[in-house]
């Protein structure tokens, strides 16, 4: 059975983007459409209060020049302009100015003869002035009055009087109302039409996206992300892939590490276990065997230490819990007295180890962490270094600070394989069980030197040897 933990989080079920965007599009489809409708609902009385507001404003304006030298000529032209018949009677209801645009069709100088009883209704309102729409039976159209005194409401001077078409438009309404309906008839249909495309196009690359990432929580790293062309879908995409590739990288590291370490403790635990039982089973009262069987089981569980030690440094190194203590010393000295501890392994195996010294020069640098640099890069030259046994260490003052070479005289390294070396569990397959080590020495020399942020790197030739190189600054 499948661990519930393996499984991507169960969302609860909502709307889909597709339908969200599909629902939004025509909500604002019918709004669009909503709002036309009311505005050919509210057009006749809109068109009725523009045209009042507007005679309103021309009265007051013509009020304003009245008495003026060319009062009668700005009338005609207002009347002219405007469509607007105006009659202008004096307190004694003499008739002073007339306007007729509308060829005695209006109320004011048609048959109806309103002139006066409209004048009478101006006298007798409160606040002197009116303002009405009457329907003219003469032209069959509805149209506006509006009256006014002129001067002092209780002693007017006299009377200016308006009157002007009210341009039907009911038919135009209903025909606007019922364009109006197939046009949101239209709306809604295109709306959904692009509701549906534009979230198909959104909702394709991102359920494809889905689609891999799921793939990828399963652990196939080939998984595809595809933005579909969009920036954030591509960004998102592009994020994806990077992540697939980060976590790919980490996965496999950690398989092969975990392969290499249960390798690496696998053959000595095998020994002690091998050894353990010759004892219990064969030597136990032969003293000389079983003192070399027991030195065995010493030195492998040595090897073991030191793979389980080196696994816990370079960890610590690499996951910066271990921080640099610098100290100033003389380079020169530091170098000497670390040769000097090789003697001992000179003498025995046969090995020369000798140092080239240059000047005196004092650096700043964590001189512990940096020993362990300087030992497993001389112990490798000694693991490594050909039939003459000779490993060369030498001190070069530069411009910038103090540069280490260790050179061998052994096999030298391959080109495609010096990118490799320094990697965590590299070891060559040709390596002999003979060379104690544990494939994580130079990973250790890289990590202290990152953590100093100095320069290194080899030099090697085939059948010459190498030179491991760092440089203190
Ligand atoms: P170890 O020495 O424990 O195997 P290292 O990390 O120190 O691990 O070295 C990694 C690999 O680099 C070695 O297995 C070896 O193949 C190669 N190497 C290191 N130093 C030298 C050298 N001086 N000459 C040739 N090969 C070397």
Known sequence: ???KTDQPPKQKKRFTLHTMLAFAFIVFTVIASGLLFLEVLFLEKFYYYFKTEETKKIASNLLESYGTEDFEETMSGIAFQNQICISVIDGRSYVLYNSDVMDHKCLLHGFHNYLYPLMQ???NSET???????FDD???METLVLGSVIGDIKNPDGYMLFNTVLEPVGTTVTLLKRLLMLIAVLLLGIGCIIALYVSNLLSVPITRITESAKRMAHGDYTAEFQGGGYQETDELAATL??????ISKIDTMQRDLIANVSHDLRTPLTMLKAYAEMIRDLSGDNPVKRNAHLQVIIE???RLTMLVNDILDLSKLENGSQKLEPSTFDVTSWLTEICNRYTGVSEHMGYHISFTPDAPRQVTCDAGKMERVVCNLINNAINYTGEDKQVFVSQVNTETG????VRD???GIEEDKIKKIFDKYYRSENHKREVVGTGLGLSIVKAILKLHNYSYGVRSKLGEGSVFWLEIR
């Open 402 to 405: 103090v540069r280490i070479e």
């Open 121 to 123: 209704e101006v006298k």
């Open 300 to 302: 492998e569980t040595d």
């Open 138 to 140: 003469q032209i069959n």
């Open 1 to 3: 059975m499948q661990n």
């Open 128 to 134: 002197g002035m009116i303002c009405m729409n009457v």
């Open 409 to 411: 005289t052994g096999a």
């Open 241 to 246: 892939t990077y992540a697939e590739h980060e």
